[in-house]
């Protein structure tokens, strides 16, 4: 069973920064595409960004686009999401999710695996 847990999340001032983190155990597929999906209050979950396994591929929603950074550590079974020039509107849970596989994936219904979530707060 392959287990997901966030970390990093926490409350900063817009135009500050925050890096979260996510680790994935478990499991036997040999390729992993690590996403990040984030659900403000009363919104859907939508889309951060993507990841394949080699990092060769990298997929971003056009809100963070520029300002938003995905990357991995296979061999610590990791993928981080610096987050620079923070608004306000960036605030909510943030949810990696991982699913087997060799491409990016936007779509939610793709990652079979979820964490629970950590909640950036963005003051103004």
């Known amino acids: 069973q392959v287990q997901v847990i966030e970390s990093g999340g926490g409350l900063v001032q817009a135009g500050g920064s925050l890096r979260l983190s996510c680790v994935h155990s478990?499991?036997?597929?040999?390729?992993?595409?690590m996403g990040w999906f984030r659900q403000a209050p009363g919104k859907e979950r939508e889309f951060v960004a993507s990841?394949?396994?080699?990092?060769?591929?990298?997929d971003y929603a056009d809100s963070v686009k520029g300002r938003f950074t995905i990357s991995r550590a296979n061999a610590k079974n990791r993928a981080y999401l610096q987050m620079n020039s923070l608004t306000p509107e960036d605030t909510a849970v943030y949810y990696c999710?991982?699913?087997?596989?060799?491409?990016?994936?936007?779509?939610?219904?793709?990652?079979?695996?979820w964490g629970q979530g950590t909640q950036v707060t963005v003051s103004s």
């Open positions: 990841i394949n396994l080699s990092g060769s591929s990298t």
């Open positions: 478990g499991g036997t597929v040999r390729s992993y595409t």
């Open positions: 999710a991982v699913v087997g596989g060799a491409y990016t994936y936007r779509e939610s219904r793709a990652y079979g695996y």
